[in-house]
């Protein structure tokens, strides 16, 4: 399950590049996209940067055809998979609609709830330095960056959750990261209102 799901993540995050080429994002007709790139996109361009000097700096030492090809290959796909990171994060953002919140982090993580499971969204920050980004613990999931998450979701009853190499669980409180937590619960807020009337 695990290869399956890497395998998975790897296609997706490759391919956001042609989506963020293309400008598109992927969100439903009617669902509102809530960002959240903003918190890590400049450490992913200084990874970039360095990984780009290194390539540089090992043109520069006599490893001899052979390894200067490995090495060529292995920072090629290393950068690319940086810029697809930051491309994901960008054409993959939280999303709210009368059907469904969806809580994303790129290609790895995308976890719907129900817009009739949740009880309650509010801002809550919190810091999680020095405990993974992705974790459950009992039935809270939190999905941090930069070690913050800012936005709680209070669910009625349990939902399902799959972790990026396909792990699920159950949990009935959601914690994650918006770049603007007001706007995202806002956004969250005006869903649920609305999903009455589209019933």
């Not at 998975?8 to 590049?17: G, L």
């Not at 020095?130 to 936005?151: E, R």
Request: net charge positive.
């Amino acid at each position: 399950m695990g290869v399956r799901h890497y395998l998975r993540n790897e296609r997706r995050t490759f391919a956001a590049i042609g989506l963020a080429l293309r400008g598109r994002k992927a969100l439903a007709a009617d669902a509102d996209a809530m960002p959240y790139s903003r918190a890590q996109r400049p450490l992913l361009i200084v990874f970039a940067v360095l990984t780009v000097a290194e390539g540089l700096l090992f043109v520069l030492v006599g490893f001899g055809v052979a390894v200067h090809l490995v090495l060529a290959v292995v920072e090629v796909y290393s950068l690319l998979l940086l810029l697809g990171l930051l491309c994901s994060m960008t054409c993959y953002p939280h999303s709210a609609s009368p059907e469904e919140v969806r809580v994303r982090y790129g290609a790895y993580v995308d976890v719907p709830i129900p817009a009739d499971a949740i009880a309650a969204a509010r801002i809550r920050r919190e810091d999680h330095s020095g405990k993974p980004m992705i974790h459950l613990a009992g039935d809270i999931f939190t999905l941090a960056l930069s070690w913050q998450t800012n936005v709680v979701l209070e669910l009625h009853h349990p939902v399902t959750v799959t972790r990026p190499l396909g792990r699920t669980g159950e949990a009935r409180t959601i914690r994650f990261y918006a770049d603007d937590p007001d706007a995202a619960v806002r956004a969250i807020t005006t869903a649920l209102a609305d999903r009455p009337r589209r019933g």
